[in-house]
């Protein structure tokens, strides 16, 4: 889809997941993708996301995205809170939405990469801006922060 000469993906907006995991010495870790260098704004570091389908929440897309990019089974996951950190109106009124989906395991999972990522890694939150990041995740970092600091880390999820 394209606005104004930018290109988003996902005809019904696009999420990623923000995972969040204890980590020594740091509040917490989070699990970033370094996207493949094909991909679009290849060779940065971002979340695991990507479109939403017609039917799916934007929790329903992240946790799918999740899945399909890391290896990470929706059950392993305690989804927190989403938060929008993009849109954009298009034509006639129709907004684009980037959702990003904050969840929670107790520990740092093993992730399997799939051909989108260079790359899986967790990294503590205070080191995030270290890296080349996606201008968008980029854009939006300090605000997750700024979340996710008023959500304590969920490290022992309830059955």
Known sequence: MSYNGSRFW???GAAGLLLRAPWPG????????????????GDTWSLPGGARDSH????QAAVREAHEEAGLAPEQLTVRTAVVTAE??????????????IAD????????????SAELRWVAEDKVEDLPLHPGFAASWQRLRAVTATIPLLVNPQP
């Open 10 to 12: 996902g005809r019904h």
């Open 26 to 41: 740091a509040p917490s870790a989070v699990l970033l993708q370094h996207r493949a260098s094909w991909s679009h704004q």
């Open 56 to 59: 799916e929440t934007a929790e």
């Open 88 to 101: 954009v109106t298009g034509i006639g009124g129709t907004n684009w939405t980037y959702t990003t989906v």
């Open 105 to 116: 395991v107790p520990e740092p999972l093993e992730t399997i990469p799939n051909r989108e």
